[in-house]
């Protein structure tokens, strides 16, 4: 299935800041305590550019320990004659149809629009009428607000138009960059009932009731035909785990890990880390999502069966150390979510919260992770552009941070 293409040709390439914090560039030289660490980094030596690492140490030989560019450069950039999103982030877009449902004709006529617009390859949204108020505004509103496109019809009655339609009709307005698609029965005439009188979009008028989806199918089909409407975006942002995780990168200098060996305990810095990450993607074709924000919601130790009290800290953008980012329309950023420096060092692993942000040791006793143990993790972003996206965890953490494993346990 094509997805949205690329807004440019060619391949983008992202140029990382070499200040001292880039992940895997930076530091092999930082003198370190200690016969085991010595040892590991002379295991370690760089090429002649000074980015490429040697393909293994003595300590971890199952480990390649690499820079991330290479991962960067698939994560942020692509070619412009391939889809830019997996359909697993490319949702089909979703059509409100708003139609009178008052006999069985116009019900039929509803389901026969639902099925053209399926058959089209978007998400047809049609709702039976709620009758209690909470449900109109919960179900009905909600849903029109979270649709991208908004789909209209004005039976003929002759007692007068569906107040529900027209209601329905008032709630898409309140959005502005909403895209319509409105059809009338010749039968009104000139009178435009409510609303309508003001709509500045074109209104398509029908004759037959019976040719109205047939109506609808070319409508949509010219619409898709001129690229003004597309069936793979949505006005949100969307959640997966990377699988696999990234190359093993080097800990930001600063950043002090517990060695324990059978000779020697201490710390140590900018040691081989396992960065686990979520690839947060802006599905919207032409917003950007501004001061992008991630949390831990919910941190769950499945094994002893209790919740952790969550201190509420940032999560970490990969490749910066601020606390938001901007995500341009159909991009993506990476989120780290678990870091786990491999072995030697202390077997335990942390939930990725920004440590350029805070000042308190505490943080590392409430994020730790725990060999042979099993934690529901629920992480959430917000923006200010769209509304939260949230992703719901499982953390699978077996005898050391190489046997650890992340997925997803959304429906």
């Excluded at 709509?199 to 989806?213: N, Q, Y």
């Excluded at 060996?261 to 599905?283: C, F, I, K, M, P």
Aim: aromatic share 8%.
């Amino acid at each position: 299935m094509r997805g949205t293409r690329a807004a440019h040709a060619g391949t983008r390439v992202v140029e990382r800041a070499r200040d001292g914090r880039d992940r895997g560039l930076d530091g092999l030289g930082h003198r370190q305590e200690g016969a085991v660490v010595d040892a590991a980094l002379r295991a370690v030596r760089h090429s002649s550019s000074g980015q490429t690492l040697a393909p293994r140490t003595k300590l971890n030989p199952q480990v390649r320990p690499t820079t991330s560019a290479d991962h960067w450069a698939t994560v942020l950039s692509w070619d412009c004659d391939a889809p830019c999103m997996s359909t697993e982030l490319s949702p089909k877009a979703r059509i409100f149809i708003s139609c009178g449902q008052k006999d069985s004709d116009e019900v039929q006529t509803a389901n026969e629009i639902s099925d053209v617009v399926d058959d089209l390859g978007f998400e047809p949204i049609l709702l039976l009428r709620e009758n209690s108020f909470r449900g109109i505004l919960e179900n009905v509103f909600g849903a029109i607000q979270s649709a991208e496109y908004y789909l209209f019809v004005d039976f003929w009655r002759p007692d007068g138009p569906s107040v529900f339609s027209h209601q329905e009709l008032a709630v898409a307005a309140l959005t502005p960059d909403r895209q319509w698609a409105l059809f009338q029965d010749t039968r009104w005439g000139e009178n435009r009932p409510g609303l309508l009188q003001a709509v500045p979009s074109r209104i398509e008028t029908f004759d037959d009731v019976r040719s109205l989806s047939s109506r609808v199918r070319a409508f949509l089909q010219e619409k898709l035909k001129r690229r003004e409407w597309s069936t793979r975006w949505r006005r949100e942002l969307r959640l997966r785990v990377v699988d696999p995780p990234p190359p093993n990168a080097y800990a930001p200098i600063g950043t002090k890990l517990l060695v324990r060996t059978d000779s020697y305990t201490g710390y140590a810095e900018n040691w081989l880390t396992r960065y686990h990450q979520l690839e947060v993607r802006n599905l919207d074709r032409s917003k950007v999502a501004h001061n992008c924000v991630a949390f831990v919601e919910k941190l769950r130790d499945l094994t002893e069966d209790k919740d952790r009290p969550i201190a509420l800290a940032n999560l970490k953008w990969a490749g910066v150390t601020s606390p938001t980012v901007h995500i341009p329309p159909d991009h993506s950023w990476p989120l780290d979510i678990v870091r786990a420096p491999l072995p030697p060092v202390s077997l335990g692993a942390l939930v990725a919260f920004n440590q350029f942000l805070t000042d308190w040791s505490g943080y590392n006793s409430t994020y730790a992770l725990q060999p042979n143990h099993q934690y529901e993790l629920q992480v959430v972003v917000y923006s200010d552009t769209f509304g939260p996206a949230r992703i719901k965890l499982e953390v699978r953490f077996g005898n050391d941070s190489t046997a650890l494993d992340i997925r997803s346990t959304d429906d």
